[in-house]
């Protein structure tokens, strides 16, 4: 079943735009939330993570937006760049279950010069 | 130079052959994963170890298998009971107690 729900399935943003991104959560127990970048042929790569005593965190260019009881959390990309050009998955993981990490099923983000 | 190398990048088998996808990790992390990437899917787990000699099966276990003889190393051997190999599979490490996983280059296995 799937336990993280991540939508757009696919996103095109002009240069300088704002990409979002949002996912949703079933299970309460989660209490870590990344996300992760990936280019393609490569592995996914940590690009931010937020816990769920927070409701926004920023670096840089990207920024988290957490809403715990609406159980979904979104990536704001400020400005984007073709350079953004990826596929970027949200996840979460629950200590508890030996960090048992759930996968969004990915949003592939296109930044048209 | 430290990290996650999965070798190797690419993989051709026929039907029926069982094969063994490679994964050393040099940054002393304690637990390593194993994990599959289909077009427009997330990752799935298959195996995870958190501590050498012991391993643990994840949700599309069935057709795989794995070791974990010393720390450093996570092989995957795709056996040929799994139905469709065909796929990008991805190695990931953490350490304790930190949350993040890293994860390696990724190798593409080609089924025919």
């Known amino acids: 079943q799937q336990q993280v729900k991540q939508s757009p399935q696919s996103l095109i943003v002009q240069k300088g735009g704002i990409s979002i991104i949002n996912c949703a959560y079933e299970n309460t127990a989660f209490d870590y939330f990344p996300w992760y970048q990936q280019f393609p042929g490569k592995g996914p790569a940590l690009l931010i993570a937020i816990r769920p005593d927070v409701s926004e965190k920023k670096e840089g260019r990207f920024t988290i937006s957490f809403n715990k009881s609406a159980k979904q959390f979104s990536l704001h990309i400020m400005d984007s760049q073709p350079g953004d050009s990826a596929t970027y998955f949200c996840a979460a993981s629950n200590m508890g279950n030996n960090n048992d990490m759930r996968f969004g099923a990915g949003t592939r983000l296109t930044v048209k010069p | 130079d430290g990290g996650i190398t999965q070798s190797p990048k690419y993989l051709f088998r026929k039907e029926g052959q069982n094969v063994t996808l490679s994964c050393e990790q040099n940054l002393n992390h304690d637990a390593m994963y194993w994990y599959r990437q289909d077009p427009g899917q997330g990752l799935r787990l298959i195996y995870y170890?958190?501590?050498?000699?012991?391993?643990q099966k994840g949700d599309i276990a069935e057709g795989y298998s794995v070791s974990r003889e010393k720390k450093e190393s996570f092989p995957l051997t795709v056996t040929s009971a799994q139905k469709n190999p065909t796929a990008f599979y991805l190695c990931a490490s953490r350490s304790f107690p930190d949350r993040e996983q890293y994860f390696g280059p990724g190798t593409r296995l080609t089924v025919t």
């Open positions: 170890s958190q501590i050498v000699n012991d391993f």
